[in-house]
């Protein structure tokens, strides 16, 4: 986690924590420094930089200020508008950008934004670059073997220049409807778009393939991103698939690198489903290369208990994409992500994609002839209960030996019919405590024996 970017990017509340000078000053160093790193190769035209957005009031804000510095630092910076993070990744993939810029704070009320750095194979940005721009933010950067206090401003031909680049969205709308190798036709198919980037594009790409569909919550505003809509307000597009008998049912966040399905019933299919389904069907066709999925320490222990009994292996990243993606590129890794909706199906994308994995739960129900409920019956997901606790230090505590006595007893008690997670938050002075068990009130039980040794302990500052 660095000064200003964690690991989604640069976030923070509009004009306080994230703002347009802090924009034009990413916009003026991203310019500036792969101009600089194109020159050093001898070749010398200018820097291309495309920057998509969501629906965000201050999102207009932060992309005219980002073009304004890659501009004046002589790059070229091409406009998708309103598009989805991983369009914005695809495009910087395969339409030779030196880099991609999506401004969108994802899952957040509106009021909330952020700047998501991207490279050119369509990958979150190194850190070792996130460092160099929070030192220009910082006034303290030193690279190419010297410290800069102003970064030198392009002139006369050779200032940048902005493109209208919807071209680009366009581009991958086509990507995505080639991707369907099956015709949707005679499927109801119900879309909430979160009022957000999507609400235009997933209409456009199910159509094509030839679904009836139906969309909720795909009229922005500025102001109504996320609001009781989309994949962390579900229960809206839950009770439209049943009163409107749909067939199946998906809601994406405000960036639509997420996406959480409602199978006919109106029941919640979670991340941890849609990795068993295509896992499932993957193997079957002995394309699940190497046998092993990809999960966070957040995934469900149901999860994995289906995946022993279908002879699927797995592993557990820290919380976070990015975090699966690293580990799925390492080791060729066809498919993972988090129990949210972040999936990655690294064949056909490098980041998670809402819209992408609806068409893949769209295939698996085409190719089985099953409904979505059917699919999913396999998975039970057990109960969990996660309570978070203040401390005074993160470390200390989960370190402090009457602690892991704790947790380790709750652990012993378990046994192989759940399973105990403490970690640490990554933004606040937080310890979160979670156990997963099949009796909830059995859960409850564990997690307060291990948070009243927190106490006693001497570290809680206020629950």
């Not at 969501?54 to 980002?66: I, N, P």
Request: proline share 2%.
């Amino acid at each position: 986690m660095g000064r200003y970017f964690g690991t989604d990017g640069f976030r923070g509340e509009a004009n306080k924590g994230l703002t347009a000078d802090h924009a034009y000053k990413i916009g003026r160093f991203l310019g500036w420094y792969y101009g600089e790193m194109r020159r050093q190769r001898g070749d010398m035209r200018q820097p291309r930089v495309v920057i998509g957005k969501d629906t965000r009031l201050s999102s207009y804000m932060l992309e005219y200020s980002l073009v304004g510095g890659l501009t004046a630092s002589g790059a070229e910076a091409c406009i998708m508008h309103v598009t989805t993070t991983p369009s914005v990744a695809y495009i910087a993939r395969v339409d030779d950008f030196d880099c991609g810029i999506m401004i969108s704070a994802s899952h957040n009320p509106f009021y909330d934004n952020g700047i998501k750095l991207i490279n050119n194979h369509g990958e979150k940005m190194d850190d070792k670059t996130t460092a160099l721009i929070e030192d220009f933010l910082d006034g303290k950067l030193e690279v190419f073997g010297k410290k800069w206090t102003e970064l030198p401003l392009a002139t006369r031909d050779q200032i940048g220049r902005t493109v209208d680049y919807v071209a680009g969205r366009n581009r991958y709308i086509g990507y995505l409807i080639s991707l369907g190798i099956y015709s949707f036709r005679g499927m109801r198919v119900a879309l909430d778009c979160a009022n957000g980037s999507t609400w235009d594009l997933a209409r456009r790409v199910f159509e094509a393939l030839g679904a009836k569909t139906y969309v909720i919550n795909a009229d922005p505003n500025g102001l109504n991103i996320n609001e009781n809509a989309g994949s962390t307000h579900i229960e809206g597009l839950q009770q439209y698939v049943v009163n409107n008998h749909m067939d199946v049912g998906f809601a994406y966040d405000g960036d639509a690198d997420r996406c959480l399905c409602v199978d006919e019933q109106g029941n919640i299919i979670t991340g941890d489903h849609i990795l068993y389904i295509y896992a499932r069907y993957m193997k079957d066709r002995d394309k699940l290369l190497p046998n092993t999925v990809v999960t966070t320490v957040m995934s469900n222990f149901g999860l994995y208990k289906a995946l022993d009994e279908q002879g699927i292996g797995y592993v557990q990243t820290q919380v976070g994409d990015r975090f699966v993606y690293e580990y799925m590129s390492q080791h060729g890794c066809r498919i993972g992500g988090e129990e949210s909706g972040h999936i990655i199906f690294s064949k056909y994308a490098t980041t998670g994609d809402g819209i992408l994995t609806s068409l893949k739960m769209m295939e698996v129900m085409m190719a089985r002839k099953q409904k979505m409920s059917e699919l999913a019956q396999d998975l039970v997901l057990y109960p969990h209960v996660l309570k978070n606790i203040r401390v005074m230090d993160k470390k200390a505590t989960r370190e402090d030996p009457r602690v892991v006595e704790a947790v380790k007893k709750v652990a012993d008690a378990l046994g192989d019919t759940g399973r105990i997670l403490v970690r640490e938050s990554g933004t606040e002075p937080v310890i979160r405590v979670m156990v997963e068990a099949k009796d909830r009130e059995l859960c409850d039980q564990y997690v307060d024996d291990v948070l009243k040794v927190i106490r006693e302990s001497g570290y809680a500052t206020g629950d």
